[in-house]
């Protein structure tokens, strides 16, 4: 894009391979690991079923950062899935995909992981549950009125001053994303040894178990909570234009640390178990808490809300540093408002992006409706998802040519793998939930007048 015959500026390279595996992994633990194991547990009964789950969802998972390895690495561009799908369906598929990502996926996730680091924070300073202002219109959750409360203003100050910092510089948001994860990991690590070397555990629990419906429904509506946890994997890819060395480093950061994740996540549920048994867990709103409340009493629960506030802010940034990057590219496109797609001439960032994303992210929060929106649109996004693996396959037909510096290892088993996964993921979704379902199709299909105007308007 050019302005006077002067070349705009561009992304910068400034993300090198610790910082992109940061994003990988610290996108990806968030509350999921403290949270998940409860639901888990209260669909499959016992903790051997459960860790199947874990490692199925895990394989799953590195199937689709295998695949995802390839697209990034032959198309290091910035937005990610909107790229592949543009390039292997049409700029239908791609404007969709990031339509949904701005709407509400990406949105949604940002405030999600916002509010969830204020429940933590809530925990040493009460006052933030406090109501500051109710409107009284029934616009809140259930139709309700909208309280407004202080922790919900601290969750959009802290949203709007990562984009700053996002803002500010490429460098300077991967800098902090490697410090936080780093810091996270320590923590995380620190509780899975105290769990499995306090001796106050006993392999018994592994055999413990509560009476569930179970069968091959559980397993899947389990393997749901299993993918929430491992959600964010791709993250990295939306930043791709400004990894360095890409068609290295994308493949080595995806595959890392997915690895990494995984088995945090199993040395995880092996220490929970271990302190705990099926129905404790099961009883547990937040089983790390109750593992170390068992250990160490009051000060060991604490220890795991540093922990979780920790992990949280790591997964917040590293969402707000690549959520950015899919509005970005669809305005670079013509498919979105045309200021979206510049590029700051200072610090090389898409600055407008990362407002307008952050700035309805922080709206969402104040709402109070952004758990609901995400709720919807987890069957649409898997349908996505299935297609973006599906594109190695249509691309390796359509671009024969096409370098690829990566080729997805197991090749077509694996992308076939994950795009079975998501297909087993989308029919349990919609069994499930079929009128959340139905409605986040609905909110995507809302996109198609919006795409047919800017593309309208982008061709005259």
Not at 412 to 432: H, N
Request: proline share 5%; hydrophobic share 55%; aromatic share 12%.
């Amino acid at each position: 894009m050019a302005e006077n015959g002067v070349a705009a500026p561009g992304l910068k390279r400034e993300l090198g391979l610790w910082s992109a595996a940061s994003i990988v992994v610290g996108t990806v633990i968030g509350s999921g690991i403290f949270l998940v194991p409860k639901k888990m547990i209260g669909y499959v009964g016992s903790p051997a079923i459960l860790f199947g789950v874990w490692i199925f969802g895990g394989l799953l998972t590195l199937a689709g950062a295998l695949t995802y390895a390839e697209l990034a690495a032959a198309m290091p561009e910035a937005g990610g899935e909107y790229v592949y799908l543009r390039q292997a369906y049409g700029p239908l598929w791609g404007f969709l995909y990031g339509w949904t990502q701005l709407l509400v996926a990406k949105s949604g996730s940002i405030a999600g992981f916002a509010a969830a680091l204020i429940i933590c924070v809530a925990d040493f300073c009460p006052t933030l549950n406090r109501v500051l202002y109710t409107i009284r219109l029934p616009i809140g959750p259930q139709g309700g009125p909208l309280e407004i409360h202080y922790g919900q203003l601290l969750a959009m100050t802290i949203i709007l001053t990562l984009a700053v910092v996002n803002y500010l510089g490429v460098k300077f948001g991967g800098r902090l994303q490697v410090a936080a994860t780093a810091v996270k990991l320590g923590l995380i690590g620190a509780i899975i040894a105290i769990g499995l070397g306090s001796g106050q555990g006993t392999l018994a629990n592994y055999s413990s178990s509560i009476p569930v419906a179970g069968g091959v429904t559980g397993f899947f509506a389990a393997l749901v909570g299993a993918l929430w946890a491992y959600d964010g994997w791709n993250n990295v890819s939306m930043a791709a234009s400004e990894v360095r060395n890409p068609k290295r480093n994308l493949p080595r950061a995806l595959i890392a640390g997915t690895a990494v994740v995984i088995a945090v996540y199993l040395l995880a549920n092996l220490a929970y178990f271990y302190v705990l048994s099926a129905r404790e867990v099961a009883a547990s709103d937040l089983v790390a808490s109750s593992m170390m409340g068992r250990i160490f009493g009051l000060r060991g629960a604490a220890v795991v809300s540093v922990a979780a506030m920790v992990s949280i802010f790591a997964a917040l940034n590293g969402s707000i540093l690549s959520g950015a990057r899919v509005p970005y590219a669809m305005a670079r496109d013509g498919l979105f408002f045309r200021s979206v797609g510049k590029v700051h001439p200072v610090y090389g960032t898409p600055g407008v992006s990362i407002l307008a994303l952050n700035a309805w992210a922080a709206l969402l929060v104040l709402s109070g409706r952004f758990e609901e929106l995400y709720t919807y649109v987890i069957f649409a996004s898997w349908i996505l998802y299935g297609m973006t693996a599906a594109a190695v396959l249509v691309l390796r037909w359509k671009q024969p040519e096409l370098a690829r510096p990566y080729r997805t290892l197991g090749y077509p088993w694996v992308p076939v793998l994950f795009v079975l996964g998501a297909l087993a993921v989308v029919f349990f979704t919609l069994r499930q939930s079929p009128r959340e379902s139905l409605l986040g199709l609905g909110l995507i299909l809302l996109g198609l007048p919006f795409y047919f105007h800017w593309r309208r308007r982008f061709s005259g």
